[in-house]
């Protein structure tokens, strides 16, 4: 006889109505018929009466049975006529599939931001509206309008805008690639799930900044990924461990984000660099580099990215229009191996058929002109502003609390909290003061540490909310 | 001592080079240091000598190993220094993944399309730039160029657009949807990959039609579904099929394309639409209804989707912009249960972070002009125009040759060629004469079928295309 399975990870009540649901489907309890009561079903599953209970409510919840007091629990007739019917369990098919949620921190930080738009916004890792070049990108829109025909297009990105890639590669990066070596992504997110999904196996190793931005993306263990730990210090990670992993795990690729790492703002040394570059090319080693944030260099000259001094080619290197022009935008790019671009092209046409070609040719149009360059020293100035504006703050409200390193460019600050607060409470406590930033748990680091993104927020914003994230810390302590 | 295996998927010499590489990367050969010869090598691993030859020269590709006539192989020294170096073995990675590549007979039409720009297109399920609105989309946008802050927006799609779909979809297909059962996405392709995906497990049994596109998209091989068919007569599927399949296999989900299918142009009838959602309903199994095209009825009067009379809340509904406005504003749209909704757009944002808003605005803004309507007309006038055309030369080139029903809306002819010639083989001959359409193997039907898409060439190239196939089919016979 059926019980349920108390090793599944679905609820046994779910189990139990799954199974009655199927029962009275195949019609073995048909319509008006009265079915066995609570308390001879749980005898009969071996569960608790209140087991019972909720199957019954779920049942009752999509009309397949009703319940009178006093005359027992029938497969409804009224409702659905001579043959039952179903909706389908919708809730149990949100929960199915190999793609795991996105994670807890991050679900509330979102909903809370959706539901208090007063809320100040230390979370979300994109510039505020006066920093994004809002009028720029209008009036090249409205010049240029698109009146060619809008079909699909080359899924490995316009043409125009792989044009004006390479142009901005060299320029600015320092790195020579031409048309066929770059695929253009809806963004950084894009270019490693291609990555992750395409290139990767499910059990294959790979190894990751601790803490890191990748640890907060459930893609890696959705694409089964085995996950290992290269510590960040305050001058990047130390190469020797990554030879050390590739020893005893047989790391098949390392993603790091050399220059303003997020979260903790650090750049690799130069130092590093070299030794980094002389291991994975010793050891036929494949580096994502991720290198979002570069050009928001304080001092103004833009970090040089280790695709520039990769003369192996072992490096996918992966940029983006997300911190330094327009997220919504929605544009990202990966110069890589022609094998590899070829790959990673023919998923994304399964994925999404490509981008469309409206963003990518005002991309474009916007990398080519003369707005962009003055753009980039306006951004700098901006930020550093906010970033003195957030150390100025927290000096103020919780000098002696907190511990940091200075960033020197980027958008994130990472602070360690002296006080022992668990991270959950903390992120409770400081919604309902009105401020909410991430915990360090989110990037894989020890309770304890907060990422403060200081692009977001309006400089008026920032002394007001940390006063908000201090009175938080202070209830708590 | 290792030996290739022979049961591997890899190829051997693929398997040697990587093994040399191995050692050598691990020091055991030295930079300098002399290779067994090739006939050595040979024995050991017991492989023909031209497989160890072909593992050298991919070493040698690497610049691992040289060799010089007499002198035999070495490991590199002059050009790595004293530390092998090595890049990343990318044409493995290329290789690896849990993503199938697409289908070779769509990769080689994509391929011929690329480098032949005469080919005549009776491939590509797309519009033709004439009946594109074009002209339509350029002067919405210049009048209404995106002026506010192009942040990250909801990932479940602007609000702007979702709401210009509620109009849409009550006024045109007969479906009471809200804004918060909508998610937008980058057009069906997006759609189908988040619910195979998201919503379905590996091993997980579906029904789909047969011929069906579905069965082109190696996504649902990649997520590892098992596949059922329901077979396509000339009016859609029997439902009863379901039933059975249903009892057979436990299928958890039913992909169907009701009105003019994809490829065979088919609409299910009345009498087995109300069948099918009794069926579904009974057995509380959802179905995904793809429904792109069902505007473009040749009568004028558009055909409602099963979604209309959908009272159980069992079906998925996807649309799409591509067949009847633009497929290069890359817009879909899916109306679900909430719980799915809000599963899929925590998933996507996992992926790419949701679309850009500029061509959901476009989107939006189109809908609701007073383009859209007289678009929709001329669309249709224009689409069975070039159905007629393609009949007439069918008819004049040849005549007793084939067989076909005569599609009633839709942008797909289905074709079955009496001759008995490969796919393959047809395929090449056609490309070769200057014409490419999809061999019907491509969606699992048997040899010996073909679709042509008439959207998609002008019309002065129709008569000219089909002229051309025949001439293929003729020195084939």
């Not at 008006?32 to 199957?55: C, D, H, M, W, Y």
Request: proline content about 6%.
């Amino acid at each position: 006889m059926w019980k349920p399975d108390r090793t599944s990870k679905i609820a046994l009540y779910q189990q139990i109505s799954d199974y009655l649901e199927q029962r009275i489907s195949y019609g073995e309890f048909p319509p008006g018929s009265l079915l066995p009561s609570e308390r001879k079903l749980a005898e009969q599953f071996e569960v608790n009466r209140s087991t019972v209970i909720s199957a019954f409510a779920e049942l009752r919840s999509t009309g397949i049975i009703e319940s009178r007091t006093g005359s027992g629990t029938r497969v409804s007739t009224s409702k659905w006529g001579a043959t039952p019917k179903h909706t389908p369990n919708w809730s149990r098919f949100a929960e199915g599939g190999s793609f795991l949620p996105n994670l807890p921190f991050l679900r509330r930080i979102r909903e809370a931001l959706a539901q208090h738009p007063t809320l100040i916004d230390f979370a979300s890792g994109e510039l505020s509206a006066d920093l994004a070049p809002t009028d720029e990108i209008a009036e090249l829109m409205s010049k240029n309008a698109y009146t060619s025909y809008l079909g699909y297009d080359n899924p490995q990105g316009s043409m125009l805008l792989r044009e004006a890639l390479v142009d901005y590669l060299h320029n600015y990066r320092g790195i020579q690639a031409s048309e066929s070596s770059i695929l253009i992504t809806s963004g950084s997110q894009q270019s490693l799930y291609l990555i992750t999904q395409c290139l990767l196996s499910p059990g294959d190793a790979v190894a990751i900044e601790d803490p890191s931005y990748c640890y907060s993306l459930p893609m890696f263990q959705s694409a089964g990924l085995r996950l290992f730990r290269l510590p960040v210090d305050t001058h990047g990670i130390e190469p020797e461990d990554i030879r050390t992993l590739y020893k005893k795990h047989r790391i098949k690729m390392v993603f790091l984000n050399p220059n303003y790492q997020n979260p903790t703002g650090t750049v690799l040394s130069d130092e590093r660099r070299k030794r980094l570059l002389e291991i994975i090319s010793e050891l036929g080693l494949p580096v994502v580099e991720d290198d979002p944030y570069s050009l928001t260099s304080y001092d103004g000259l833009p970090l040089a990215p280790l695709k520039s001094m990769d003369t192996m080619g072992s490096i996918l290197y992966i940029g983006s229009f997300s911190k330094i022009a327009a997220s919504g935008l929605r544009i990202g790019w990966m110069v890589a191996p022609r094998s590899i671009v070829e790959r990673l092209t023919d998923a994304r046409q399964q994925m999404d058929f490509g981008l469309s070609i409206i963003p990518q040719q005002v991309a474009g149009q916007f990398l080519q002109s003369s707005y962009f360059h003055p753009h980039l020293e306006r951004l700098r100035i901006q930020l550093q502003f906010k970033r003195d504006l957030l150390i100025e703050s927290l000096e103020k409200e919780l000098s002696g609390l907190i511990e940091y390193v200075v960033p020197v460019g980027g958008i994130h600050f990472w602070c360690k909290l002296i006080p022992n607060i668990p991270d959950s409470i903390l992120l409770e406590e400081s919604i309902k003061n009105g401020v909410v930033m991430v915990p360090g748990s989110v990037y894989g680091s020890d309770s304890g540490y907060v990422r403060f993104t200081f692009s977001r927020a309006k400089p008026d914003e920032i002394a007001l909310g940390i006063a908000r994230f201090a009175k938080a810390i202070r209830s708590l302590i």
